[in-house]
T-cell receptor, first 112, second 113 residues
Framework: QQQVKQSPQSLIVQKGGIPIINCAYENTAFDYFPWYQQFPGKGPALLIAIRPDVSEKKEGRFTISFNKSAKQFSLHIMDSQPGDSATYFCAASIRRDDKIIFGKGTRLHILP | EAQVTQNPRYLITVTGKKLTVTCSQNMNHEYMSWYRQDPGLGLRQIYYSMNVEVTDKGDVPEGYKVSRKEKRNFPLILESPSPNQTSLYFC????????????FGQGTRLTVV
């Protein structure tokens, strides 16, 4: 119930391609879904977040797609660049609560 | 500059020798938390604090202690470290709870031999 399942574990994409990272959850009480980006040797940093009342959110080249009925959400990176190579974590939390559940992460490598 | 500062960045210690990892934030955030990151397991919450003198267990609290005597500081204490606590540790702070942006420190890589 409290898990967030993230896939794939690792992903290699050619520059300019569109990597897609998927996450699925079970607990319908989750109402905040952030994505964090982590570069080697650094702490994670918030990339983009969505609430379940919208189906899509875009910030620059990054887009979250949200499917409430399927309890799934995904991150798409348009026109991917080598500088996007990082580990990406999806997460879910309940706004009135004080806990957050992270997915296990996806190591993304964009080939030049 | 708004930041979360952890010290030390790297630490090698022996089993059973008490250690403290410090965490300090300069954003006047109420909420602070500790995570450990392990390969294939992602980020797991150890403890969190909603405000001064208010702390609670996360998902993997065994073997750890925390305290929150001041708003800006949230140290992580390992009273008797064991090799299974070898990990990469992150401190984070956020304005309110975890439905707001969390700011992470640079991490502390701990090795217990």
């Amino acid at each position: 119930q409290q898990q967030v399942k993230q896939s794939p574990q690792s992903l290699i994409v050619q520059k300019g391609g569109i990597p897609i990272i998927n996450c699925a959850y079970e607990n319908t009480a989750f109402d905040y879904f952030p994505w964090y980006q982590q570069f080697p040797g650094k702490g994670p940093a918030l990339l983009i977040a969505i609430r379940p009342d919208v189906s899509e959110k875009k910030e620059g080249r990054f887009t979250i797609s949200f499917n409430k009925s399927a309890k799934q959400f995904s991150l798409h990176i348009m026109d991917s660049q080598p500088g996007d190579s990082a580990t990406y974590f999806c997460a879910a939390s309940i706004r009135r609560d004080d806990k957050i559940i992270f997915g296990k992460g996806t190591r993304l490598h964009i080939l030049p | 500059e708004a930041q979360v500062t952890q010290n030390p960045r790297y630490l090698i210690t022996v089993t059973g020798k008490k250690l403290t990892v410090t965490c300090s934030q300069n954003m006047n955030h109420e909420y602070m938390s500790w995570y450990r990151q392990d390969p294939g397991l992602g980020l797991r919450q150890i403890y969190y604090s909603m405000n001064v003198e208010v702390t609670d267990k996360g998902d993997v609290p065994e073997g750890y202690k925390v305290s929150r005597k001041e708003k800006r500081n949230f140290p992580l204490i390992l009273e008797s470290p064991s090799p299974n606590q070898t990990s990469l540790y992150f401190c984070a702070s956020s304005l309110q709870n975890l439905a707001t942006e969390a700011f992470f420190g640079q991490g502390t890589r701990l090795t217990v031999v």
